[in-house]
C-alpha cells in the first residue's frame, strides 16, 4: 500500500512476508543462460499515434488532489507505437516458453490475490496488509496459477495476464523489442482524442445504461453484482475501443506506465515528452481496475493515478506496451 492515509482497494505493495528476494534485473534469459531472441515484428498489431499536444490531468472534484492529478497542464508527446490491449496470458506465456523467465512473484513464492478469489481449502495464506484486508498474500500464487495451487490460465488464455510487477514488464518488453509508455503517452492515447473528459468515452460512466469498463459494482468489498459481466479480470478486447482504438483503459486491470511516481515533480516539470522524475522508490499505474469503485478507489478515471513498488505483484497488475516511432 502507497499511502497510509488513503488505502487503495486496488493496490497493495509487496511486504517482506516470505523474506525471498528477486530483483527483475538484466536481459530475459532463458534456463541454460542465454539471451532471448527479439521479436522482429515488435510493432506488428501496434497503433500509431502521431502525438501532438493535449490537456493532461485533472481538477476534477471527484480526483484525488494528494495523488498528483492535477493541475491541468499543455503537455507535447512525440509520435508513438502504442499496444491495442493489454498483454495477455497466451502472449507472456509464449514470453516464458522462449526464455524461461520466472517472474518476481514465483521467485517471492507468494503473491496477492482479492479475498473473494482465494479458495476455502488447499491454500496456504502467509500474510496480509493490516489496512486492506481483502488482499491475501497466497503461497504459489502467480501469472500461472492467479488464485493460488488449483486454479489456472487455460480457460483465460485472452484475459491480461496478472501477477505481474514492473521489473517483469520491462522484461517482456525488452523481449518483444517494445518498451512501456510513459505516464504521459498513456494518458494521451487513453483519452483517444477526447479532450478532458473524464473517462475514456465521456463524461457518463454509463452512457445510456451501458457497461463500458469492468469495474467493481456492489459494496466493496463484500460484494460485487458483476452487473458489467465479470467478478475478476475480462478479456482484453470485451469492452467498446476508445477514439484511437484502444481496448479497457479504464478498469480491467492496473497498466504499469515507465515513470517513476511522484506526486509533485510534473506541477513545474518538462511539457515536451515528460518522462517523470529521474529517481524514486515507486512507479507508476494506470487505469484502474476491476477492483476499483467510485465509493473507495474511483481510479478509474482517465486523469487518475496510482503507485505501487517495482516488485510488487497482484491479481489486478498487467501492463501494456509502448514502441518507438
Not at 261 to 288: D, E, I, L, W, Y
Request: hydrophobic share 30%; glycine share 12%.
Amino acid at each position: 500500500m502507497t499511502d497510509p492515509m488513503k488505502p487503495s482497494c486496488c493496490s497493495v505493495s509487496r511486504i517482506p512476508i516470505s523474506g525471498a528476494s528477486a530483483t527483475g534485473d538484466g536481459d530475459p534469459v532463458n534456463e541454460s543462460g542465454r539471451t532471448a531472441s527479439v521479436s522482429r515484428h515488435s510493432k506488428e498489431g501496434m497503433i500509431y499515434l502521431p502525438g501532438g499536444e493535449f490537456l493532461m490531468g485533472t481538477d476534477d472534484r471527484e480526483g484525488f488532489p494528494s495523488d498528483g492529478e492535477g493541475p491541468v497542464r499543455t503537455v507535447t508527446v512525440g509520435p508513438f507505437y502504442i499496444d491495442p490491449y493489454t498483454v495477455t496470458n497466451s502472449e507472456f506465456k509464449k514470453f516464458v516458453e522462449d526464455t524461461g523467465y520466472v517472474t518476481e512473484a514465483e521467485k517471492f513464492g507468494w503473491s496477492y490475490v482479492f479475498h473473494l478469489f482465494v479458495p476455502a481449502t488447499g491454500v496456504k495464506i502467509v500474510g496480509s496488509p493490516r489496512q486492506t484486508p481483502w488482499w491475501l498474500a497466497v503461497e504459489g500464487a502467480g501469472w500461472r496459477a492467479p488464485e493460488g495451487p488449483g486454479s489456472g490460465i487455460e480457460d483465460r488464455l485472452d484475459h491480461p495476464v496478472i501477477h505481474i510487477s514492473w521489473n517483469d514488464a520491462e522484461a517482456y518488453c525488452r523481449w518483444a523489442g517494445k518498451r512501456l509508455p510513459t505516464e504521459a503517452e498513456w494518458e494521451f492515447a487513453a483519452r483517444g482524442g477526447l479532450v478532458q473528459k473524464r473517462y475514456p468515452w465521456g463524461d457518463e460512466i454509463k452512457p445510456g445504461g451501458k457497461h463500458m469498463c469492468n469495474i467493481w459494482q456492489g459494496k466493496f468489498p463484500e460484494k460485487n453484482n458483476a452487473s458489467d459481466g465479470f467478478i475478476g479480470t475480462a478479456p482484453v478486447k470485451t469492452f467498446e475501443p476508445n477514439g484511437y482504438g484502444l481496448y479497457q483503459v479504464s478498469g480491467n486491470v492496473w497498466e504499469w506506465c515507465a515513470d517513476w511516481f511522484s506526486p509533485t515533480f510534473h506541477v513545474n516539470g518538462p511539457r515536451v515528452n515528460p518522462a517523470g522524475p529521474p529517481k524514486g522508490t515507486t512507479r507508476v499505474m494506470r487505469g484502474g481496475s476491476y477492483l476499483c469503485h467510485k465509493s473507495y478507489c474511483n481510479r478509474y478515471r482517465v486523469a487518475a493515478r496510482s503507485q505501487n513498488t517495482p516488485d510488487s505483484s497482484t491479481g489486478n497488475m498487467g501492463f501494456r506496451c509502448a514502441a518507438d516511432a
